[in-house]
């Protein structure tokens, strides 16, 4: 038998000596590095989460207490959301809810109330404000 001859996976060779058809260790090695491959193009392609943002808080860092009162009153302790908007122009204070706008003037170094304008928005107080200091 001059050649190689494949019986069963096992290759005869001229001179009677026995070899696998592979080699062992080199199959190893190859798995290893295909493995390797694997992990690190696995981790690799892995989207990467994004970290929402902080909330952006509003508290203060200090809160007199009868506006801890009134915000207690208004939310009544706390079993409803509360929703407003407020703003100043001049001399006034408006404090928007979803009835209408509270209109407050300043006195004596307080915000003291003026009038409530139900059915409002802001925007529309304040606009009716500013006509009144323009006259």
Do not use: C
């Not at 058809?21 to 690190?40: C, F, K, Q, S």
């Not at 994004?50 to 200090?62: D, E, G, L, N």
């Not at 606009?127 to 006259?135: Q, S």
């Amino acid at each position: 038998m001059g050649k190689d001859q494949d019986v069963r996976g096992v290759f005869w060779t001229v001179g009677d000596h026995v070899r696998p058809a592979y080699n062992p260790g080199h199959m190893r090695n190859i798995t290893v590095v295909l493995l390797l491959t694997l992990a690190v193009t696995a981790g690799a392609a892995a989207p990467k989460k994004k970290t929402p943002p902080r909330p952006v808080t509003h508290a203060p860092q200090q809160l007199p207490h009868s506006i801890a009162t009134f915000l207690r009153t208004l939310s009544s302790d706390g079993s409803h959301q509360v929703t407003f908007k407020a703003t100043a122009y001049g001399h006034r204070f408006f404090f928007e809810e979803p009835s209408g706008v509270t209109v407050y003037r300043f006195e004596n170094g307080d915000y003291v109330r003026a009038e409530f304008l139900r059915g409002v928005k802001l925007q529309a107080a304040v606009k009716r404000y500013m006509a009144k200091a323009k006259k």
